[in-house]
């Protein structure tokens, strides 16, 4: 992995009579989407607050493009962008203002230009001139997101940034965040609504009150967790293929009459050579697929209780 | 960073601008000019008015203009701005702001000159109506100028007051409240005239004296101050504690604006704010005794009042001042615990450094130091009364910070009601059992009365009030252990929260 942009290391945030983050160690590298994936409760949005600075810290460091939040706040506040979960916008102040009042603030070159571009990319440039509160909850999402992206920080912190979009709003947050993901950004992005994550996060971690479960890429949970639900389609041989499956002690096997579903608890190599024995037996074989970076299965197996 | 580029002060401005400001300044301007037609009115026919001349007619109208400046500038801004922060943080636009490059410095002037501006122009149009009037009237060169300066230093004081207060309270007619009690708090203290601090602070007495001819019935509010004997003007006595105060509400709104999760007052801060109010309170009604309290006291001049009761004023003011800032100062139990937690655990020891415990003791300290100053010509008489004086501040500010704590510790969020409760049976139903049995003695048990019965009443039985101090005193200890065992509790459950490996 290159130099992690944003670096968390046994981080503890405590609350009276909780703990509300405990022990957490993470990174995110420039060109990760990090899903922090938990329960209400979990610490997902304490732990986002105190990355930011905003929730006081027990114990432990965090260090965005190397800079310490204990030591170099204000350093720190130029390369990190955080949205909230919920949209705190000026009611009485129009759009382009709003983000004007940031662009003063975080003395963003171009200003002008930049607002309008931010403007386009979360689709509100017909927006513009209208008051905050006359904006939708999505569209003051968007706003907020608007206002994350506008000094261009490195590091992103995204507290359920889709809780309040349409469905087409969550697809171009989609197209946003893997904009954000090739152009090299750390993103750290938390939900309770997997399938949201699935499909741009490179990484995950989950969260359980307070203490993280696991942590890894989609790929390497998949493994750890041992689950690797594969579906199968075949054209022909389907009774023979059956018969390798059970030979091979796959588990939970469904079978229907032209594909199988079943759980894989074999490394890579194990899949690649029951695949092998299927082909070279005959099954003509028109779909092979697994469902192990479905975070949904991730989550589920990881062992956190509560799932949304 | 200039004022007029301060993004958070733009965004005020078109804030106060897209709410309207012409209605506002519309209204100032009918209430400057009825009360200018008045005075021209007059001028014109004074045969229709009960004005003795121009000039007592001006001073009443322009009295009305600075009547209503004070009421729109200093507490309608003072609301406004707490009320600003206070839905600022509610709506989470205030971290939102904190989480940008911005100095905290350019985040709190940014709301406490750019919140107000609606109230600021209203203000400023009443001025200029004012001023105006004092030239129709002819009235002295110096009431104008200096009567603005005032209203403007104590805006502006009372500004930073108001952030703080959004800074620290949740609901956003927390201001007003706060507002409403603190100008009831004033109003004993107008009685007073020159010899109550509060009367500087809130420059009532600045403002007062600017009016003022001299004459018998005004003499307590002509004339300067003294300190410990010593003429002082009014205007720079109120504009010199404005702007010591103000520097420390700066420093107190900076860092809570820099590190949100930092007390609102250090500690040397607190105590520096105690002793300078304390100090000057003692200093204005030091020229009453010269350092002889308790001899016969030795005044050119009579005021309205009776000088007599000043002592005892000062002593319950010095209480209610010392429990505002116990209050204020007192670290919350929990943040006391995550701090056990960061040193990897805590002793008792570490505890009372931090609580409000050893603050309580430096204020009473600084408290008894200043009033020893009244005693300074007559200690060798009248030594027990400042001994019994000391002590129930000591007794007070110990038995506060030890239920304040207590409570905390024990009732949590039900804690100010029991803090309440406890301080009613130990201060007030003494009284009021006094007062349904009509028994004097039981009066003399409420733990404020010791040390105002010792200053206020020269033929008090001092053998007794010393007994009841020290029935105080056990009370405090019984206090300090239960507090004691209270903290050892919740260090125990620090103690058992596993460590976490660094």
């Given at each position: ?37 938990g ?33 170099e ?9 955080f ?14 203002e ?21 403007l ?16 939708s ?28 979009l349409?469905?087409?709003?969550r ?10 993901r ?5 993103v ?22 307070g ?93 956190a209780?509560?799932?949304? | ?84 922060l ?139 101050p ?19 105060l ?35 309170q ?35 003011g ?64 009248e ?43 130990l ?39 010393s ?36």
């Amino acid at each position: 992995m290159s130099n992690p942009l944003l670096a968390i290391e046994h981080l503890r945030v405590d609350f009276p009579e909780v703990v509300a983050v405990n022990d957490l160690t993470l990174t995110v590298a420039a060109g990760e989407v990090c899903g922090l994936i938990g329960p209400n409760g979990a610490g997902k949005t304490t732990t986002m607050r105190a990355i930011s600075g905003l929730q006081e810290c027990t114990r432990g460091s965090v260090r965005v493009n190397g800079h310490e939040l204990a030591s170099e706040p204000d350093e720190l506040k130029r390369q990190l962008g955080f949205m909230p979960d919920f949209c705190p916008t000026y009611d009485q102040l129009t759009a382009s203002e709003f983000l004007d009042h940031f662009a003063r603030a975080y003395d963003v070159p171009n200003r002008a230009r930049r607002i309008d571009e931010c403007l386009e990319l979360t689709w509100l440039t017909e927006k513009t001139n209208s008051l905050c509160e006359e904006l939708s909850r999505g569209m003051k999402q968007r706003l907020v997101l608007a206002k994350t992206l506008l000094p261009d920080p490195k590091v992103l912190l995204l507290d359920e940034p889709a809780s309040g979009l349409d469905p087409l709003g969550r697809i171009e947050l989609r197209k946003i965040l893997l904009q954000l993901r090739e152009s090299g950004k750390a993103v750290l992005i938390s939900s309770h609504i997997l399938t949201e994550l699935s499909g741009f996060c490179n990484t995950a971690a989950i969260m359980e009150r307070g203490r993280l479960v696991t942590f890894g890429t989609i790929a390497e949970l998949g493994q750890k967790m041992g689950l690797r639900r594969m579906s199968v389609k075949w054209r022909a041989e389907g009774e023979k293929a059956l018969e390798i499956l059970k030979a091979a002690n796959v588990k939970n096997l469904e079978a229907g009459n032209l594909g199988a579903t079943f759980d894989f608890d074999g490394d890579n190599d194990a899949l690649d050579e029951l695949l092998k024995t299927l082909v070279v037996q005959g099954v003509r074989i028109s779909e092979w697929r697994g469902s192990g970076d479905d975070l949904e299965q991730i989550f589920l197996q990881s062992g956190a209780k509560e799932l949304m | 960073m200039k004022l007029f580029d301060n993004p958070i002060f733009i965004t005020q401005k078109r804030l106060a601008h897209r709410a309207g400001v012409l209605a506002p300044i519309l209204i100032s301007a009918l209430i400057g000019l009825s009360l200018l037609a008045g005075l021209i009115a007059y001028l014109a026919d004074p045969g229709d008015f009960g004005f003795r001349s121009p000039q007592e007619a001006g001073k009443i109208f322009y009295g009305w203009i600075i009547g209503v400046e004070i009421l729109m500038l200093v507490i309608g801004g003072f609301s406004k701005i707490s009320r600003t922060l206070a839905e600022e943080r509610k709506a989470g636009l205030w971290d939102s702001n904190c989480l940008t490059p911005l100095k905290p410095a350019q985040i709190v002037s940014g709301y406490w000159l750019g919140s107000p501006l609606r109230e600021f122009y209203m203000a400023a149009v009443l001025a200029g109506t004012g001023l105006v009037i004092c030239a129709l009237a002819r009235l002295p060169l110096a009431l104008w100028p200096g009567t603005q300066i005032l209203i403007f230093s104590t805006a502006l004081f009372f500004g930073l007051l108001a952030s703080l207060v959004g800074m620290a309270f949740q609901k956003p007619q927390s201001g007003i409240l706060i507002i409403g009690a603190l100008f009831i708090f004033c109003m004993p203290s107008l009685a007073f005239s020159r010899f109550a601090v509060i009367n500087f602070l809130v420059p009532i007495y600045g403002i007062v004296n600017f009016f003022s001819d001299g004459n018998y019935s005004d003499r307590d509010w002509s004339g300067w101050p003294e300190i410990f004997g010593v003429s002082v003007p009014p205007i720079l006595l109120s504009l010199g504690l404005q702007l010591v105060l103000g520097i420390f509400l700066w420093r107190a709104a900076i860092r809570k604006t820099a590190n949100p999760f930092q007390p609102l007052l250090l500690r040397w801060e607190a105590i520096a704010i105690f002793a300078l109010l304390i100090v000057s309170q003692q200093a204005l009604i030091w020229n009453i005794w010269h350092g002889g309290f308790g001899l016969a006291h030795i005044r050119e001049y009579q005021n309205n009042f009776d000088e007599g009761s000043l002592p005892a004023i000062t002593h319950g003011g010095t209480i209610l001042l010392g429990v505002l800032i116990l209050a204020f100062a007192s670290p919350l139990p929990e943040r006391v615990r995550v701090e056990a937690l960061r040193a990897g655990g805590g002793n008792l020891q570490m505890i009372f450094s931090r609580s409000a415990v050893s603050l309580a003791l430096a204020l009473a300290a600084v408290a008894a130091v200043a009033s020893l100053t009244q005693f300074i010509s007559s200690f060798s008489d009248e030594g027990i009364v400042w001994l019994i004086t000391a002590a129930n501040l000591f007794i007070f500010f110990l038995m506060f910070s030890l239920l304040l704590e207590l409570c905390r510790l024990r009732f949590k969020r039900r804690a100010l009601g029991f803090v309440a409760l406890w301080l009613f049976v130990l201060c007030v139903l003494p009284l009021i059992l006094a007062l349904v049995f009509s028994n004097e003695a039981l009066a003399k048990l409420s733990f404020l009365a010791p040390g105002v019965i010792a200053v206020s009443d020269s033929g008090a039985d001092l053998k007794f009030l010393s007994g009841v101090t020290l029935a105080h005193f056990g009370v405090v200890v019984l206090l300090f252990l239960a507090w004691r065992q209270q903290w050892k509790l919740l260090l125990d459950r620090t103690a058992s929260v596993p460590p976490v490996q660094n």
